[in-house]
């Protein structure tokens, strides 16, 4: 079965500084994708960054990092020097596509709070 | 740019009451999928579909139904509803994941009680 996991229901973030995100996966397929998300209050899902399974450098778009691990099972996202803007509820999702039927699998979210 | 859009964005419906709730893409993705968003629990995947005139059960189909009689709408049926489908849904459509890396693209949500 495919599984994502957010061990961290929420953070605090001193304002300017640097930030990780936990998220660990399973799946026994050996392609997948995996995909973090921004919902801030005002409810939008996001689309923050992307890491394929078979790539061999970490993914990064802007402030925002993923720290892949595959022998872990680990994506967790950095954001660098971060903003009040940031503070939001962070989704990791996976897809996994021979196992799923080319479905997505979601966290259960990581509440994030930048404190000025 | 339209991207995805949900119709209507609230509703608020009695125990026992129907309603559809709609989901349009301009980016003629392939792929369409419905979730609902609890408290603590992430986003459930309720029903998908990978093309036109094809649908298929996600994780919590039960209670809703779905229609794809044409590749730009995605349509959520709640045929009797009941409180535990107060939620806020998510509309969502992507290209063909075996093929692109692209991510899902998500509506603004719709914000449902049944009282």
């Known amino acids: 079965a495919q599984k994502i996991t957010q061990t961290q229901p929420g953070m605090f973030v001193q304002e300017k500084e640097a930030v990780t995100l936990d998220c660990t996966y399973d799946?026994?397929?050996?392609?997948?994708?995996l995909f973090w998300y921004k919902q801030p209050s005002s409810g939008e899902m996001i689309f923050l960054i992307y890491q394929g399974s078979y790539d061999q450098q970490n993914a990064t778009e802007g402030r925002y990092s993923l720290n892949f691990q595959k022998a872990r099972k680990s994506a967790n996202l950095v954001i660098s020097a971060s903003q009040l803007g940031d503070s939001a509820m962070y989704f990791c999702?996976?897809?996994?596509?021979?196992?799923?039927?080319?479905?997505?699998?979601f966290g259960t979210g990581t509440s994030l709070t930048v404190i000025p | 740019n339209a991207g995805v859009t949900q119709t209507p964005k609230f509703r608020v419906l009695k125990t026992g009451q129907s309603m559809t709730l709609l989901c349009a893409q301009d980016?003629?993705?392939?792929?369409m999928y419905w979730y609902r968003q609890d408290p603590g629990m992430g986003l459930r995947l309720i029903h998908y579909s990978v093309g036109e005139g094809t649908t298929a059960k996600g994780e919590v189909p039960d209670g809703y139904n779905v229609s794809r009689l044409k590749k730009q709408n995605f349509l959520l049926g709640l045929e009797s509803a009941a409180p535990s489908q107060t939620s806020v849904y998510f509309c969502?459509?992507?290209?063909?994941?075996?093929?692109?890396?692209?991510?899902?693209?998500f509506g603004d949500g719709t914000r449902l009680s049944i009282l």
């Open positions: 969502a459509s992507s290209y063909d994941p075996v093929i692109s890396n692209q991510p899902q693209h």
């Open positions: 999702a996976m897809r996994a596509v021979l196992n799923t039927g080319n479905q997505f699998y």
């Open positions: 980016m003629n993705h392939e792929y």
């Open positions: 799946t026994s397929d050996p392609s997948y994708g």
